[in-house]
């Protein structure tokens, strides 16, 4: 409410001001001097623009948190934090992706709520540009079926709030092709360190780091 109240004061404003200019024009074209008038033409101007940052994809539910979803509801997520195809979502347009995940044929002694360890580096990632996304989901993956398997996919994002436009570029690919089971979630230790050596090109190891929220096996 508040900002639609601003937003109607901006206008009022805007519109008082180019009735002045009106008045001010007619009374220099009276005089003649339209070198003053090109000089207001150029100084002058009213916007009301909207900030881009106030806009976002979805946000990442939580049990304490609302969701507030833009796009429309997603399916209900598969199991397990990493599936055949991994995409990993930094700031507004970067993207990485990974194949690296574990299949469980039985559950037991396994801690669900914590990730697998995959053992992540810098080099199992492969930056995506943006401008290139879409033929890269079309080239890997082509169907809902492959190798006689459901596809299965996750995105996983640097925060809660999705700004990175790459997150309407993958869903809308999915449910273009009836891919339904994929999930959203916060990017886990593992891609956090692999993702930020890759972008600093800082050296890590994943087999030294040291990890607060351990693993689903520990």
């Known amino acids: 409410m508040a900002k639609a109240q601003a937003d109607l004061l901006s206008l009022i404003i805007c519109f008082d001001i180019k009735i002045i200019v009106l008045l001010v024009v007619n009374n220099i074209l009276r005089n003649g001097n339209r070198l003053i008038l090109l000089g207001m ?22 049990p304490e948190k609302m969701i507030h979803d833009k796009i ?18 930094v700031d507004t347009s970067s993207v990485f992706f990974h194949n690296k995940y574990i299949y469980y044929t039985c559950g037991t002694g396994i801690d669900f709520s914590k990730p697998p360890r995959l053992f992540l580096s810098a080099d199992s990632l492969v930056e995506i540009k943006i401008e290139a996304l879409s033929l890269f989901l079309q080239t890997t993956i082509p169907d809902t079926i492959v190798n006689g398997k459901m596809v299965t996919a996750n995105i996983s994002s640097q925060t809660d709030t999705i700004r990175n436009r790459a997150f309407k570029i993958i869903t809308d690919y999915f449910n273009s092709q009836n891919i339904r089971r994929y999930m959203v979630r916060n990017w886990t230790e593992e891609e956090a360190f692999a993702v930020t050596s890759k972008i600093n090109n800082s050296p890590y190891d994943p087999k030294e780091a040291e990890f607060i929220i351990g693993f689903d096996s520990e």
Do not use: A
């Open 41 to 62: 033409i150029v100084s002058v101007s009213c916007s009301t623009k909207t900030n881009n940052k106030d806009s976002f994809y979805f946000v990442i539910e939580h």
């Open 72 to 89: 429309t509801p997603l399916p209900p997520p598969s199991p397990g934090f990493y599936h055949r195809y991994n995409f990993i979502l």
